[in-house]
């Protein structure tokens, strides 16, 4: 009967030491984003997706060249997002938003992370 605990035990950390790569490898920072390309803007948001597995939203403002672009924001998960208290509702299309975070690494995506957002008042949105 002890034996059986022992297997149970040993398969159990098995699997444990198995699945722990994939438990960290989830959402690697460097592998989409370029901690060296911050960058800093204010806008208006134009869409916000509140979606697993995050929720993104759209701003758009004027780009180094004069033309509007659309940056598009990551944001935490929706799950963590409301049990702090934000709703779908907290950032409305046609609000004019603070965008602080940092750039993607690929030069054509328009992609923004680690952001902090903060509206016209000053007050912190998401992050």
């Known amino acids: 009967m002890r034996a059986n605990y022992v297997v149970v035990f040993l398969l159990g950390m098995g699997l444990l030491l198995v699945s722990s790569p994939a438990l960290v490898a989830h959402h ?3 592998a989409e984003f370029d901690s060296s390309k911050p960058v800093e803007f204010d806008g208006v948001v134009k869409k916000v997706d509140w979606m697993n597995p995050h929720i993104y939203t759209q701003v758009e403002t ?13 944001g935490s998960a929706p799950n963590a997002l409301y049990r702090n208290g934000w709703r779908p509702d907290s950032l409305k299309i046609g609000d004019s938003v603070h965008v602080k975070g940092i750039r993607a690494k690929s030069p054509t995506s328009m992609n923004i992370g680690q952001a902090q957002i903060t509206s016209a008042d000053g007050k912190p949105i998401f992050r």
């Open 62 to 74: 004027k780009g180094p060249d004069g033309k509007m672009v659309v940056y598009r924001i990551e």
């Open 28 to 30: 690697s920072l460097t």
